[in-house]
């Protein structure tokens, strides 16, 4: 079994970024990048990760019209990206149009709904019901579109994976059982371990901070590895 956990390198600075990934590469499977990092690096960032030898997780929640979203995901082909992320709310023909477009090697999955958005956010925009709800409503749209997987929290997965056999589910949000990492980074509330997730069905485990902002980065990962 390879390894699920993919290191999310939330960091500015280039040099940093690759530093703490040397630093914890023989203990993490892959390397997620995020808008924040192409936008301020772009493909020159992405080749010199890449140089590390990790699969890497291009994580751009794409949206836009199917034939932009294709574009895109054209121009980020030579990137080689392992995973790429769109966004389910952009429709069914948007997914179509990005799947077919991304490289064979590469798996598109969708975000549903923002961990940042409840109930009140989502009426704001126009969109009655729970934020849970409509999550499952868009993971089936996503079926539908013969995407890989969709993005889900800890908490979720179990169910997703009962209604979707093989699908790709891609996990984040998680906190190893170390009680100094849960003190220390507290701003999730209910929180899933790796192992718990993996349990519940989970493809791939994005961890960030409780890897990246401890002590020793290469033993943190190392324990959360031992885990699984
Ligand atoms: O919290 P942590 O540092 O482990 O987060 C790792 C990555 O997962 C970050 O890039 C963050 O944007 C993403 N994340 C997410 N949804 C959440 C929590 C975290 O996409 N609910």
């Given at each position: 079994?390879?390894?699920?956990?993919?290191?999310?390198?939330?960091?500015?600075?280039?040099?940093?970024?690759?530093?703490?990934?040397?630093?914890?590469?023989?203990?993490?499977?892959?390397?997620?990048?995020?808008?924040e990092?192409?936008?301020?690096?772009?493909?020159?960032?992405?080749?010199?990760?890449?140089?590390?030898?990790?699969?890497?997780?291009?994580?751009?929640?794409?949206?836009?019209?199917?034939?932009?979203?294709?574009?895109?995901?054209?121009?980020?082909?030579?990137?080689?990206?392992?995973?790429?992320t769109?966004?389910?709310?952009?429709?069914?023909?948007?997914?179509?149009?990005?799947?077919?477009?991304?490289?064979?090697?590469?798996?598109?999955?969708?975000?549903?709904?923002?961990?940042?958005?409840?109930?009140?956010?989502?009426?704001?925009?126009?969109?009655?019901?729970?934020?849970?709800?409509?999550?499952?409503?868009?993971a089936?749209?996503?079926?539908?579109?013969?995407?890989?997987?969709?993005?889900?929290?800890?908490?979720?997965?179990?169910?997703?994976?009962?209604?979707?056999?093989?699908?790709?589910?891609?996990?984040?949000?998680?906190?190893?059982?170390?009680?100094?990492?849960?003190?220390?980074?507290?701003?999730?509330?209910?929180?899933?371990?790796?192992?718990?997730?993996?349990?519940?069905?989970?493809?791939?485990?994005?961890?960030?901070?409780?890897?990246?902002?401890?002590?020793?980065?290469?033993?943190?990962?190392?324990?959360?590895?031992?885990?699984?």
């Amino acid at each position: 079994m390879s390894n699920p956990i993919y290191l999310a390198l939330d960091l500015p600075r280039l040099d940093a970024a690759e530093a703490l990934a040397r630093k914890v590469k023989g203990h993490i499977g892959g390397l997620k990048l995020g808008l924040e990092f192409f936008c301020a690096h772009g493909h020159h960032g992405v080749h010199e990760i890449h140089k590390l030898g990790l699969p890497i997780f291009l994580d751009l929640k794409l949206h836009d019209i199917p034939n932009t979203v294709a574009a895109a995901m054209q121009a980020i082909h030579v990137l080689e990206p392992a995973i790429v992320t769109v966004h389910a709310a952009g429709g069914r023909a948007m997914m179509e149009d990005a799947k077919a477009a991304a490289g064979e090697h590469c798996k598109v999955v969708a975000v549903t709904v923002l961990t940042s958005l409840d109930e009140n956010d989502l009426a704001r925009t126009g969109i009655a019901g729970n934020p849970h709800d409509l999550a499952l409503r868009l993971a089936e749209l996503a079926q539908e579109a013969r995407l890989d997987g969709i993005v889900c929290s800890g908490h979720e997965v179990a169910a997703v994976h009962k209604q979707w056999k093989d699908g790709y589910f891609v996990v984040p949000g998680l906190r190893p059982a170390n009680g100094k990492a849960h003190s220390a980074l507290g701003d999730q509330k209910r929180t899933v371990t790796p192992r718990e997730a993996r349990d519940a069905g989970a493809s791939v485990l994005v961890i960030g901070r409780p890897i990246s902002r401890a002590d020793d980065p290469a033993a943190a990962a190392r324990a959360i590895e031992a885990t699984l």
